[in-house]
């Protein structure tokens, strides 16, 4: 399957290139600065920011997907920059998932959201309404996360490692569906 990736160089993205390789899928990730990250981990590189509708658009086209998986966000390397930069974050997410949809309109789209509390219902409403999937990820732990490697104890969490597998299993979701991609208790 040919699969675009908003937000390969993140947290995530960087650990969900090689489980799509790995299962075969064509992978083009989309960056706003870091190409030479995405061609190291095998996928074609697209440089653009997803605020750019403009821009965007011919190169999603271009790489005709089959399937969209939205892991975008503006966070900060430094968990002290954390609540400050929450709001563009919040607005990445939005206006990216709108403009991604308008991108490639009528392709799956499968995003995150939080399970902490459950759910951004704006974001969510946005990924239901165009027949995507939503995977609810707990509190990221693990190597290069804010947790380090201690589990979250007072809110759901999920090893960046293990999201990044389940994501892999919930890419067949049916349309419609909401996840929640966290630890067991």
């Given at each position: 399957m040919r699969v675009f990736l908003?937000?390969?160089?993140?947290?995530?993205?960087?650990?969900?290139?090689?489980?799509?390789l790995d299962a075969g899928h064509r992978v083009a990730g989309l960056t706003r600065s870091q190409p030479q990250v995405v061609e190291r981990l095998g996928a074609?590189?697209?440089?653009?920011?997803?605020?750019?509708?403009?821009r965007l658009t011919p190169l999603v086209r271009a790489?005709?997907?089959?399937?969209?998986?939205?892991?975008?966000t503006d966070l900060p390397d430094d968990a002290a920059e954390l609540e400050a930069s929450l709001e563009r974050s919040q607005h990445v997410?939005?206006?990216g998932t709108r403009n991604l949809l308008a991108a490639a309109p009528g392709v799956?789209?499968?995003?995150?959201?939080?399970?902490?509390?459950?759910?951004?219902?704006?974001?969510?409403?946005?990924?239901?309404?165009?027949?995507?999937?939503?995977?609810?990820?707990?509190?990221?732990?693990?190597?290069?996360?804010?947790g380090g490697d201690t589990p979250?104890?007072?809110?759901p969490g999920i090893h960046v490692d293990?999201?990044?597998?389940?994501?892999?299993?919930?890419?067949?979701?049916?349309?419609?569906?909401?996840?929640?991609?966290?630890?067991?208790?």
């Open positions: 908003a937000g390969a160089t993140g947290v995530i993205g960087v650990r969900l290139v090689p489980f799509l074609e590189p697209v440089v653009c920011d997803v605020l750019d509708l403009e790489f005709d997907p089959e399937l969209v998986l939205h892991e975008l997410r939005l206006q799956k789209l499968v995003a995150q959201s939080i399970a902490f509390p459950p759910g951004a219902p704006e974001h969510e409403g946005l990924v239901l309404e165009a027949g995507g999937v939503v995977l609810r990820y707990g509190i990221f732990w693990g190597p290069g996360t804010y979250p104890t007072d809110l293990a999201a990044a597998r389940r994501t892999i299993e919930a890419l067949d979701a049916p349309p419609g569906t909401v996840l929640e991609i966290v630890d067991p208790v």
